[in-house]
C-alpha cells in the first residue's frame, strides 16, 4: 500500500511540475479557431500565404502547395526545395492517400563511397559535402499534389513565395540568431555566405532580407513547372556545382527523379484512427506500434506523469527503435513486414517481455521475432472548410542541410544521405541504427523518421499534426496523440505538455524541464532507468490542427514564435 500512495504522490508531483512548465513557455496567441480552415506552419508568414490561399477560394491542397514554397524562402534551416518530404492527406470523400517526395542516392553512389582507405565512414562527406546531397524531391512533391488535388492555377500559389523572396521581410530575432549559428560551416562557401550574411557582415534584427537568385529559381518552377527544376537552367546550376565540388547528382538523376503515392499507414487506438506515413518513412509504423503496445496499459487511468505510464513508455519506444533499426527501409528495394510490425499480438508479444519495475537493456535487447505473414525538419498542417486535410513533413536533413548553396540558384542543399547505413553498426547524425535494408544504392531512398499525421475520432471530428526533430519526431507525435486521446487535453495542452524520448541506443531518456522532476528521476532510476539526459533547448516542435463540432481549432507551439492561419 505505502508503494502505491508513493508512485500516486510521484504522479501528483510530476502533473504540478507540468504545470509549471507550461507557464513558463512564451505566452504567443498560438491558438486560433476559425470555421473556414487553418494553416499552421513553422513560419507567420508562411501561414498566412496558406490561409491567403484559402481566402482566395483555394482548397487545403493549393494552400499547402502555397505554404510550402514559402517556407523555401521564410523558413531555410527545413522549408526547401533542395529537400525532399512526406505528405499525408484525406480527401473530403473520406479517402487517404500518402505521397512520397524524399530524396533519393544518386545513381553512381554506394555504401563505398564514404568509406576511406581503411573502411572507416567519412562523416563530413555525408554532412558537409555535396556527396551527401540526395537528389531533391520537395519540388515534384508539391508540383504532383498541385496536379492531382489542386484548384488553382500554380503560378497563384508560387507567386507569394517570389514576391516574398524578391521584395524581402524583416528578419525575426529567432532568424537572425539561427543564421549565427551557421556562419562558421558557411565560410568556405561564398553563395552561403552571399545569401546568409550582409554583404559578409551578420544580419542584425530588423534587417530587410532579399534573395533574389531564390526569387528567379522559383520564377522558373512557376513558369515551367517540373521543367523549371529538374531540368533547364537551374537543374544546370545544380550540376555545375555538384562538379565543381565532386558532388554526384547528375542532370539525369535530376530528370529520372519521380515523387510516388503510397498506401498510408492506418491503425486503431481506442476507437479512433490513425493515418499516417508509410516506409520509406518509419514514423507511422512506430506510432501505430507504439500505440498497440500501449493500448492494455491504460495511460489515461494511470493519468498523464505517473511513473508507471513513463516507464511503458519509454519500454515501448526503446522495442519498436529496435525493431524500426532491423525491419524498414525502401519498399521498393526489399519487401518489408508493416502489416506484422503494425500487428496488435505482436505488439503484445514485445510489451511481455518489459517488467513494470525493471528497465530494459537496449545493448541486449534484440528486435522481436515477427509473426507469420497475416529524419532539422518542418512540419505544416493544412484543413479547409469542406474536409480536405493535408499533413507535410519536409526538410534538410541536419539545420541548413550541408550549408551549401547553390550558386546562382540561391537555394540550400539537403544532406539526406546521411540517413542511410553507410557500415554496420555506425550510427547517423541522429543516433539512429539500421540494416542492409537502408544500405546505400543508387536511387534508393533513405530511411526516415517523418511523421506526418492524420487522426480520426469516433465523434466525427479530426485532428492533422507532425513535428520536425529526426527520431524524436516518432516519440511527439506518439505523446501528443496519448495525451489527446487517453488525457482528453486540448489540442493546445497536448502540444504544450513536456516531453521525453528514448530510440533503443544511445540507451538514455532525453527529457524537457519539468517532464521528469526529481522525485521521478529517481523513481526510474531505481527501475534501472540508467541515463537521464535534460535537453539543452527543448524536443521537436508540433505545428497542428483540430475539426470539432464546426469549429476549426489551429495551435503552433509556443516552443517557437510562429503563429497560425486561420480564416
Same mark, same amino acid.
Given at each position: 500500500?505505502?508503494?502505491?500512495?508513493?508512485?500516486k504522490?510521484?504522479?501528483q508531483q510530476q502533473?504540478?511540475a507540468?504545470?509549471?512548465?507550461l507557464?513558463?513557455? !512564451?505566452?504567443?496567441?498560438?491558438v486560433y479557431k476559425?470555421?473556414?480552415?487553418?494553416?499552421?506552419?513553422?513560419?507567420?508568414?508562411?501561414?498566412e500565404?496558406g490561409?491567403? $490561399?484559402?481566402? @482566395?477560394?483555394?482548397?487545403?491542397?493549393?494552400?499547402?502547395?502555397?505554404?510550402?514554397?514559402?517556407?523555401?524562402?521564410?523558413?531555410?534551416?527545413?522549408?526547401n526545395?533542395?529537400?525532399?518530404?512526406?505528405?499525408v492527406?484525406r480527401?473530403?470523400s473520406?479517402?487517404?492517400?500518402a505521397?512520397?517526395?524524399?530524396?533519393?542516392?544518386?545513381?553512381?553512389?554506394?555504401?563505398?563511397t564514404?568509406?576511406?582507405?581503411?573502411g572507416?565512414?567519412?562523416?563530413?562527406?555525408?554532412?558537409l /559535402?555535396?556527396l551527401?546531397s540526395?537528389?531533391?524531391?520537395?519540388?515534384?512533391?508539391?508540383?504532383?499534389?498541385?496536379?492531382?488535388?489542386?484548384?488553382?492555377?500554380?503560378r497563384?500559389?508560387? &507567386? !507569394?513565395?517570389?514576391?516574398?523572396?524578391g %521584395?524581402?521581410?524583416?528578419?525575426p530575432?529567432?532568424?537572425?540568431?539561427?543564421?549565427?549559428?551557421?556562419?562558421?560551416?558557411?565560410?568556405? /562557401?561564398?553563395?552561403?555566405?552571399?545569401v546568409?550574411?550582409n554583404g559578409?557582415?551578420?544580419?542584425?534584427?530588423?534587417?530587410?532580407w532579399? @534573395?533574389?537568385?531564390?526569387?528567379?529559381?522559383l520564377?522558373?518552377?512557376?513558369?515551367?513547372?517540373?521543367?523549371?527544376?529538374?531540368?533547364?537552367?537551374?537543374?544546370?546550376?545544380?550540376?555545375?556545382?555538384?562538379?565543381?565540388?565532386?558532388?554526384?547528382?547528375?542532370?539525369?538523376?535530376?530528370?529520372?527523379?519521380?515523387s $510516388?503515392?503510397?498506401?498510408?499507414?492506418?491503425?486503431?487506438?481506442?476507437?479512433y484512427?490513425?493515418?499516417?506515413m508509410?516506409?520509406?518513412?518509419?514514423?507511422?509504423?512506430?506510432?501505430?506500434?507504439m500505440? &498497440?503496445?500501449?493500448?492494455?496499459?491504460?495511460?489515461?487511468k494511470l493519468?498523464?506523469?505517473?511513473?508507471?505510464?513513463?516507464?511503458?513508455?519509454? %519500454?515501448a519506444?526503446?522495442?519498436?527503435?529496435?525493431?524500426?533499426?532491423?525491419y524498414?527501409?525502401?519498399?521498393?528495394f526489399n519487401?518489408?513486414?508493416v502489416?506484422?510490425?503494425?500487428?496488435?499480438?505482436?505488439?503484445?508479444?514485445?510489451m511481455?517481455t518489459?517488467?513494470?519495475?525493471?528497465?530494459g537493456?537496449?545493448?541486449?535487447?534484440?528486435? *522481436?521475432?515477427?509473426?507469420?505473414?497475416?529524419p532539422?525538419?518542418?512540419?505544416?498542417?493544412v484543413?479547409d472548410?469542406?474536409? &480536405?486535410?493535408?499533413?507535410?513533413?519536409?526538410?534538410? &536533413?541536419?539545420?541548413?542541410?550541408?550549408?551549401?548553396?547553390?550558386?546562382?540558384?540561391?537555394?540550400?542543399l539537403?544532406? %539526406?544521405?546521411?540517413?542511410?547505413?553507410?557500415?554496420?553498426?555506425?550510427?547517423?547524425?541522429? *543516433?539512429?541504427?539500421?540494416s542492409?535494408?537502408?544500405?546505400? %544504392?543508387?536511387?534508393?531512398?533513405?530511411?526516415s523518421?517523418?511523421?506526418?499525421?492524420i487522426?480520426?475520432?469516433?465523434?466525427?471530428?479530426?485532428?492533422?499534426?507532425?513535428?520536425?526533430?529526426g527520431?524524436a519526431?516518432?516519440?511527439?507525435v506518439?505523446?501528443?496523440t496519448?495525451n489527446?486521446?487517453?488525457?482528453?487535453?486540448?489540442l493546445?495542452q497536448?502540444?504544450?505538455?513536456?516531453?521525453?524520448?528514448?530510440?533503443?541506443?544511445?540507451? @538514455?531518456?532525453?527529457?524537457?524541464?519539468?517532464?521528469?522532476?526529481?522525485?521521478?528521476?529517481?523513481?526510474?532510476?531505481?527501475?534501472?532507468?540508467?541515463?537521464?539526459?535534460p535537453?539543452?533547448?527543448?524536443?521537436?516542435?508540433v505545428n497542428?490542427?483540430?475539426?470539432?463540432?464546426?469549429l476549426f481549432?489551429?495551435?503552433?507551439?509556443?516552443? /517557437?514564435d510562429?503563429? !497560425?492561419g486561420?480564416?
Amino acid at each position: 500500500m505505502f508503494l502505491k500512495e508513493r508512485v500516486k504522490a510521484l504522479a501528483q508531483q510530476q502533473r504540478a511540475a507540468a504545470i509549471a512548465f507550461l507557464l513558463c513557455l !512564451p505566452v504567443f496567441p498560438a491558438v486560433y479557431k476559425s470555421d473556414r480552415g487553418a494553416v499552421v506552419s513553422r513560419s507567420t508568414l508562411a501561414s498566412e500565404v496558406g490561409r491567403d $490561399i484559402l481566402k @482566395q477560394g483555394g482548397n487545403a491542397f493549393d494552400a499547402a502547395v502555397a505554404t510550402g514554397f514559402a517556407l523555401a524562402v521564410t523558413y531555410p534551416s527545413a522549408g526547401n526545395l533542395g529537400g525532399g518530404g512526406f505528405a499525408v492527406i484525406r480527401l473530403s470523400s473520406g479517402e487517404c492517400r500518402a505521397l512520397d517526395f524524399r530524396e533519393t542516392a544518386p545513381k553512381s553512389v554506394s555504401a563505398q563511397t564514404y568509406l576511406d582507405k581503411n573502411g572507416q565512414v567519412r562523416d563530413k562527406l555525408l554532412t558537409l /559535402h555535396t556527396l551527401g546531397s540526395g537528389v531533391p524531391g520537395t519540388v515534384d512533391g508539391l508540383l504532383l499534389l498541385h496536379k492531382t488535388y489542386g484548384t488553382l492555377p500554380l503560378r497563384d500559389l508560387i &507567386n !507569394p513565395a517570389i514576391q516574398l523572396a524578391g %521584395e524581402g521581410f524583416v528578419l525575426p530575432a529567432s532568424l537572425v540568431e539561427s543564421f549565427g549559428r551557421q556562419l562558421t560551416d558557411m565560410k568556405r /562557401h561564398p553563395a552561403s555566405m552571399d545569401v546568409f550574411t550582409n554583404g559578409g557582415t551578420a544580419y542584425r534584427n530588423g534587417d530587410r532580407w532579399v @534573395q533574389r537568385d531564390l526569387m528567379r529559381t522559383l520564377k522558373r518552377i512557376a513558369g515551367k513547372g517540373r521543367a523549371g527544376f529538374y531540368e533547364g537552367k537551374t537543374a544546370e546550376l545544380i550540376v555545375r556545382e555538384m562538379k565543381r565540388t565532386g558532388g554526384a547528382i547528375t542532370l539525369e538523376d535530376l530528370k529520372a527523379y519521380r515523387s $510516388i503515392w503510397r498506401e498510408p499507414v492506418r491503425g486503431s487506438y481506442r476507437g479512433y484512427q490513425i493515418i499516417s506515413m508509410p516506409p520509406p518513412s518509419s514514423g507511422g509504423v512506430l506510432l501505430v506500434q507504439m500505440l &498497440n503496445m500501449l493500448e492494455d496499459k491504460q495511460p489515461g487511468k494511470l493519468g498523464w506523469g505517473h511513473p508507471d505510464l513513463v516507464h511503458w513508455m519509454i %519500454e515501448a519506444e526503446r522495442l519498436a527503435f529496435a525493431d524500426r533499426a532491423v525491419y524498414l527501409g525502401d519498399p521498393d528495394f526489399n519487401p518489408l513486414p508493416v502489416e506484422q510490425l503494425i500487428d496488435k499480438q505482436y505488439a503484445k508479444s514485445r510489451m511481455n517481455t518489459v517488467e513494470l519495475m525493471k528497465a530494459g537493456d537496449s545493448s541486449a535487447i534484440a528486435e *522481436g521475432k515477427l509473426p507469420y505473414e497475416s529524419p532539422e525538419t518542418t512540419h505544416f498542417s493544412v484543413m479547409d472548410r469542406d474536409g &480536405n486535410i493535408v499533413a507535410i513533413t519536409t526538410t534538410l &536533413n541536419l539545420p541548413y542541410g550541408n550549408k551549401i548553396v547553390v550558386p546562382g540558384a540561391g537555394f540550400l542543399l539537403n544532406n %539526406e544521405m546521411d540517413d542511410f547505413v553507410v557500415k554496420a553498426g555506425v550510427a547517423n547524425s541522429f *543516433g539512429l541504427l539500421g540494416s542492409r535494408l537502408n544500405l546505400v %544504392e543508387g536511387g534508393k531512398r533513405m530511411l526516415s523518421s517523418m511523421a506526418p499525421t492524420i487522426l480520426l475520432g469516433p465523434d466525427e471530428s479530426m485532428a492533422v499534426y507532425g513535428a520536425p526533430g529526426g527520431s524524436a519526431i516518432i516519440t511527439t507525435v506518439l505523446q501528443v496523440t496519448v495525451n489527446l486521446i487517453d488525457h482528453k487535453m486540448t489540442l493546445d495542452q497536448a502540444i504544450r505538455a513536456p516531453r521525453f524520448h528514448h530510440q533503443w541506443k544511445p540507451d @538514455q531518456v532525453l527529457f524537457e524541464p519539468f517532464a521528469l522532476n526529481p522525485a521521478l528521476r529517481e523513481n526510474l532510476t531505481k527501475r534501472g532507468h540508467k541515463k537521464l539526459v535534460p535537453c539543452e533547448v527543448y524536443i521537436s516542435d508540433v505545428n497542428g490542427i483540430l475539426y470539432k463540432n464546426g469549429l476549426f481549432e489551429a495551435v503552433t507551439d509556443p516552443r /517557437h514564435d510562429a503563429l !497560425p492561419g486561420a480564416q
